[in-house]
């Protein structure tokens, strides 16, 4: 995560107490507990779509770029910081769309990929735009239940605009698939 701030604790005024000492750390937690609207395996944390966490004076700034322009998940994962914020007694929470780079499927972490495959979604393979769902060729993506690359593109769009519909042709079983970015 990027820190653009030097301050690592800042004094809030809060609902249900006076006042308390909240650290970036704290804050940083509870982001660690959103799940992506989508996708509940993953938090927007390991989506990497969290970009900073600056404590001013009375106010948490959270900076968030959007995995795409256009996404509608997006609204709903400010509304999930605010509301999970709120929980802790944090009202004065600011969340800003940063643009200032594109987010990319590489911004996903590691662990957050392999918890994508085991809920049968198969994660990014590469960070270009996947040529092969845009000329609808047959594209390298592995099939997240058996590991097989014998795979077809049934449709560019699956549960969601996020992700297309693929079928493996071992195991005969459709599954979505994470689209590059
Ligand atoms: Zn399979």
């Excluded at 966490?53 to 995995?67: G, M, S």
């Excluded at 769009?157 to 689209?179: H, I, N, Q, V, W």
Aim: glycine residues 4%; proline residues 6%; hydrophobic residues 40%.
């Amino acid at each position: 995560m990027v820190m653009l701030s030097d301050r690592s604790e800042v004094l809030l005024p809060l609902t249900k107490q006076m006042a308390k000492v909240i650290s970036k750390e704290f804050i940083e937690q509870l982001l660690q507990e959103i799940p992506d609207p989508e996708i509940p395996v993953i938090s927007i944390v390991d989506l990497g779509i969290v970009r900073s966490v600056i404590l001013e004076n009375e106010k948490v700034i959270i900076n968030i770029t959007p995995t795409y322009s256009g996404c509608p998940a997006m609204m709903a994962i400010q509304k999930d910081i605010v509301a999970r914020l709120k929980d802790e007694g944090i009202e004065h929470v600011e969340v800003n769309l940063v643009h200032d780079e594109v987010w990319t499927t590489d911004w996903i972490n590691d662990a957050a990929k392999e918890r994508l495959r085991e809920y049968g979604i198969a994660p990014p393979e590469k960070s270009s735009p996947d040529k092969n769902l845009l000329t609808g060729k047959r594209s390298a993506v592995t099939c997240p239940r058996c590991g097989s690359i014998e795979t077809s593109l049934i449709s560019q769009f699956g549960s969601t605009a996020c992700k297309a519909l693929y079928r493996c042709e071992s195991c005969r079983e459709p599954f979505d698939y994470f689209k590059c970015h």
